[in-house]
């Protein structure tokens, strides 16, 4: 599952579903607003999760990892 929150850890923004990690495929998540956030990603079961930020222009990760481990890496590929 993978979604922004404010610096307090409210949500932003994003759809709050799981997604597949590596299969390729992009998830963009507009916070349509100008205000610092933090990127959140977690395994199904809370097993592993993951924060990164906080960010306050673009940014763009690469997600990968199965059901009880993620790696988050900053990526150019935006």
Do not use: Q
Not at 47 to 53: E, F, Q, S
Request: hydrophobic letters at 30%; proline letters at 4%; a positive charge.
């Amino acid at each position: 599952m993978k979604w922004v929150t404010d610096l307090n850890g409210k949500y932003v923004a994003g759809d709050k579903k799981f997604h597949p990690c590596n299969n390729g495929r992009t998830l963009d998540i507009d916070t349509k607003s100008k205000d610092k956030y933090m990127l959140r990603a977690t395994t199904i079961g809370e097993i592993d999760a993951k924060i990164r930020g906080p960010f306050n222009t673009n940014t763009c990760y690469i997600i990968e990892g199965n059901s009880g481990f993620l790696r988050l890496e900053p990526s150019d590929d935006c």
